[in-house]
């Protein structure tokens, strides 16, 4: 007489049902091209073999996606995005790329990030890449470019004289291009800038204390933090001033274009003629400064 099956293990039967369903999230998620979550469990010769959900898959090292310079193993024991590519229904086993889910998440991230993006806004970035002409910033999914007569207020010859790659500063948004394919940023107008913080002093006429902070090539006075003015050696001998020393000053030329202020003692302010009422020095005068 045959004996009756044994009856089925509950527990087996969760884990076939288990197993059944994370195979065909797989199936379903390569026809979607939808991108799972994955454990490296190790290395192997050619990539690395991943645990997705309960299924084996291998992952070439042409699909891995690591910075320049960094080994593949490093991805062991780490969760990474996935995207499969390729099945083996006979075997149940997967092939995976992680270079395709990385890439899809950056042009994601992209998307979103230009949709959010806006002239005038200021951002965080990284500087990527020098160039002659400025510096590349990746703004998180999206570079932009810093002109070189963005990158600072001073005059700069090189690009690498005010920032370097791996710098992560703000960034003012100037414009956007093409549908995000260029996008121009400038990192003074995110910097603190003293001319416009001290507007108040930076005018013609205007009578201001300030400190001597250098004697070479000629007087110069701090009359504001961050903006500095010198005096011609007619008006004052530096010899007869002290670094540090408080000093009234008069602000002779203002010229925003090269940042540079001409100062006079109060002895030499008699020579210097009252502005107009449109701002500028009498016609007289720009004449005998053009002379």
Do not use: C
């Amino acid at each position: 007489m045959r004996k009756p099956p044994p009856p089925p293990n509950p527990a087996n039967e969760e884990r076939r049902l288990r197993a059944q369903q994370a195979w065909e999230r797989v199936v379903a998620a390569r026809e979607s091209g939808e991108v799972l979550t994955g454990t490296v469990t190790t290395a192997v010769k050619g990539g690395l073999l991943v645990d997705v959900g309960g299924i084996r898959g291998f992952l070439p090292a042409s699909q891995v996606r690591v910075p320049i310079g960094t080994a593949i193993d490093t991805l062991v024991k780490t969760k990474v995005p996935l995207k499969v590519i390729d099945i083996d229904q006979a075997r149940r086993r997967i092939v995976v790329s992680n270079r395709r889910a990385a890439d899809e998440e950056r042009r994601s991230k992209r998307t979103e990030l230009l949709r959010s993006l806006a002239v005038g806004q200021v951002r965080e970035g990284v500087v990527v890449r020098l160039a002659d002409f400025g510096a590349f910033v990746d703004l998180g999914g999206v570079d932009g470019l810093i002109p070189m007569r963005e990158l600072a207020f001073e005059r700069v010859e090189k690009s690498s004289d005010v920032v370097k790659v791996g710098d992560v500063l703000p960034v003012e948004v100037l414009r956007i291009d093409e549908n995000g394919k260029k996008i121009s940023l400038s990192r003074k107008n995110a910097l603190p800038d003293p001319w416009r913080d001290h507007a108040n002093v930076l005018k013609q006429g205007s009578t201001v204390e300030g400190k001597v902070v250098a004697k070479e090539p000629r007087l110069q006075v701090e009359i504001a933090p961050g903006v500095v003015g010198s005096i011609r050696d007619s008006d004052a001998d530096p010899a007869d001033y002290e670094i540090g020393e408080a000093i009234e000053v008069m602000v002779r030329r203002v010229d925003r274009a090269t940042r540079r202020i001409t100062l006079t003692t109060l002895h030499g302010a008699s020579a210097v003629p009252p502005p107009s009422s449109t701002g500028f020095a009498p016609l007289g005068v720009e004449l005998g400064r053009r002379s």
